[in-house]
Nanobody, 115 residues
């Protein structure tokens, strides 16, 4: 059963922008935080940004200043606005929704930054 639906990935030139979206199923209750991780080939999955339902945010140092995470609690949706993208941002981006009942991972959306 699909619990998270991610969208917004694609090919973009260096310096360009993308906006990722992740919609959580209404069946997921008591969400505590939502966030985005990424994994490049041969590397471990790493946190990009996260946000609690109260609005507290956390960003990886490599994206700070270029990325903004936001959410719509009513729609159970988290967004990742990425600007000034660099080739090193190329990775599979995964949505993570944490709840009192457990963690849920999306299947990923690919972001490729290349000329």
């Amino acid at each position: 059963q699909v619990q998270l639906v991610e969208s917004g990935g694609g090919l973009v030139q260096p310096g360009g922008s993308l906006r990722l979206s992740c919609v959580a199923s209404r069946s997921i209750l008591s969400i505590t935080s939502m966030g985005w991780y990424r994994q490049a080939p041969g590397k471990q999955r790493e946190l990009v940004a996260s946000i609690t339902n109260s609005g507290n945010t956390n960003y990886a140092g490599s994206v700070k200043g270029r990325v903004t995470i936001s959410r719509d609690n009513a729609k159970k949706t988290v967004y990742l606005q990425m600007n000034s993208l660099k080739p090193e941002d190329t990775a599979e981006y995964y949505c993570l929704v944490r709840s009192l009942g457990g963690d849920y991972w999306g299947k990923g959306t690919l972001v490729t930054v290349s000329s």
